[in-house]
């Protein structure tokens, strides 16, 4: 098999060969941005799953979709140490600074420029170290009262009503949203809802971990109101059978059966790992039909790269105590687990871990899938833990 020929390319985001599985979401998105472009309401949408199900292949598949539909896309990453103002300040300089240059003079986009610079007057912005800065005079008394719940608004519907003017609807793309401080996210609730009564042309897709639901649900009641939660989650039998097949034949190779059925196996059929055994199994192959002897030595490849790269890089973000909290909860098995229960697997009362707990839930190591409950928000990362971190304490 020639390993130049790999049609799998496994990396954060990277598109994959065959995006199987998604049809119905991506329609869900379609006809958003349809129908906020002909003015007319659709709810927004935030999609929520654990990581390496292909939230952010998502989004720019989305993105891609809205731009070839005349949308200008403004596309951020959270961040857990940028605020929300500086990630958006200099993408919407960008997006009214494009509108401005699009033929005749507009009164909406000059004043979309002048709130962005009465919001910048208030807020330290840089991208990289360099300071944004606008050269007009600011719209005063509009998105300059230093509070970003009354001031974002006022940006957004200056956008809104900047791209309605200019007849070019404008989508806010967001990823990793449960990084968002509680204002913020507030305020981006309220920016939407206001733009959504107003029936202006922007539309809103994000997506994040599935404790963003909750998030959103308690910065403000309308929220359910405003948004879809589509969930992101690991592909079925067939889409598997299809994001595995589909791109070998196109090479002329195909996976036996029973080899398809291990790598559903053993990932659960995720995404991401899904791409990782694909491309491992082309390369131990000699083809063109790539069997079960040849998964189960991807699988030993595939697990040493887990486990040096996509594994391990979260894990260092982690201090000794939210470690022995992880060990800990691996060590009950996959799936949701009861804090009671391990904070006696660590020997602790639960008061006491709760810090550590809001910790990794702040880091997005795990989530709460229900009161009281805790469960990885990276798939297989329980695996993970109990093939590197030795189990210091028996159970009690």
Known sequence: MDKNRNPFSPGAGTPPPELAGRSALLDQAELLLHRTKQGRYEKSLLMVGLRGVGKTVLLNRIRATAENTGYVAIYIEVHENKTLPALLAPKLRQALLTMDMMGRVSTQVKRG?????????????????????????????????????????????????????????????????????????????????????????????????????????????????????????????????????????????????????????????????????????????????????????????????????????????????????????AELGSGPQRSGDIADMLGVKVQSIGPVRNGLIKKGMIYSPAHGDTEFTVPLFDEYMKRTVPWPKPKS
């Open 113 to 329: 420029l002048r709130v962005l610079r009465s919001f910048l007057g208030n807020v330290k912005v840089k991208a990289g170290d360099i300071e944004i800065s606008l050269d007009v005079d600011p719209e005063v008394g509009t998105g300059d009262s230093g509070d970003l719940e009354h001031d974002l608004p006022d940006l957004i519907e200056a956008l809104g009503e900047a791209g309605a003017d200019r007849g070019t609807p404008v989508v806010l793309i967001m990823d990793e949203l449960q990084y968002l401080r509680e204002t913020e996210l507030s305020a981006l609730i309220m920016a939407m809802h206001r733009v959504s009564q107003h029936q202006l042309p922007v539309a809103f897709i994000g997506a994040g971990l599935p404790q963003l639901v909750g998030l959103a649900g308690k910065s403000k009641s309308y929220a359910e109101r405003l948004f879809d939660y589509p969930p992101i989650d690991a592909l079925d039998a067939d889409a598997a059978t299809d994001a595995l097949q589909g791109p070998v034949q196109r090479e002329n190779a195909a996976f036996t059966a029973d080899a398809i059925d291990e790598i559903r196996r053993v990932t659960k059929g995720y995404a991401y790992f899904l791409q990782e055994w694909g491309y491992q199994a082309w390369n131990v192959s000699n083809g063109p039909m790539i069997d079960l002897d040849d998964v189960r030595e991807a699988t030993l490849r595939a697990i040493r790269r887990l486990d040096t790269g996509f594994f391990r890089v979260r894990f260092d973000r982690t201090t000794p105590a939210e470690k022995n909290y992880m060990r800990a909860l």
